[in-house]
């Protein structure tokens, strides 16, 4: 039995070969994109288009529904705030999350998308899920963590950011003569 050093140890995109576990680790975010981007575009349109929802108390509506989580929630506070006028932070939750999902699906802004996302499901934690016991019983922790590596990375592939970037890189090197 030989042993000896490995001499592949390289990565394999430096001399531009690519492999298989190349391109599933460039598109490896993709599909938390696309879920992220089609739960809170779903989440902000069901909220938008139930009448129910967008009213100050009844039945289902956010005024009951964030009266019913103030004395459970971490900061009983912001719901406090946010029942001065419950239809119009319902407006304003509705309307971050469909601009929070249209970017994060289109790969616009991912990472301003993507914090917006995390401040969402932050504030969701911190109020609505608080009171789930165990903790991971509440649905907003996964999301709020979900949003962290799009956060990090933005959208590197399939993505306005990524046609931007890649028309920028290309401008500069026709502009410093290269072709």
């Known amino acids: ?19 298989w576990r190349d391109t599933a680790t460039r598109y ?9 981007g089609i739960t809170f575009i779903y989440a902000g349109l ?14 289902g509506s956010i005024g009951d529904m964030m ?9 009983p506070a912001m719901i406090d705030m946010a029942l001065k006028n419950p239809v119009g932070f319902g407006y304003a939750i509705a309307i971050g999350e469909l601009a929070v999902g249209i970017g ?14 995390a401040l969402i499901s932050l504030s969701l934690w911190l109020t609505v899920s608080w009171s789930a016991s165990p903790y991971y019983y509440g649905n907003d922790l996964p999301y ?15 993505s306005v950011d990524a046609a931007i970037r890649s028309r920028r890189g290309s401008s500069r090197h026709r502009a410093a ?3």
């Open 104 to 117: 994060t699906l289109l790969g616009l802004l991912t990472r301003l998308a993507a914090v917006g996302g």
């Open 1 to 19: 039995m030989t042993h000896g050093t490995r001499t592949d140890s390289y990565p394999h995109y430096l001399d531009g070969g690519r492999d």
């Open 177 to 179: 003569g290269y072709r």
């Open 28 to 36: 490896a975010l993709l599909p938390l994109r696309v879920f992220l």
């Open 46 to 59: 069901d909220k938008l288009t139930d009448s129910a929802f967008m009213a100050d108390s009844g039945s």
């Open 67 to 75: 009266s019913a989580a103030r004395d459970a929630s971490a900061i």
């Open 144 to 158: 709020l963590m979900a949003w962290l590596p799009l956060i990090l990375a933005g959208a590197p592939v399939l």
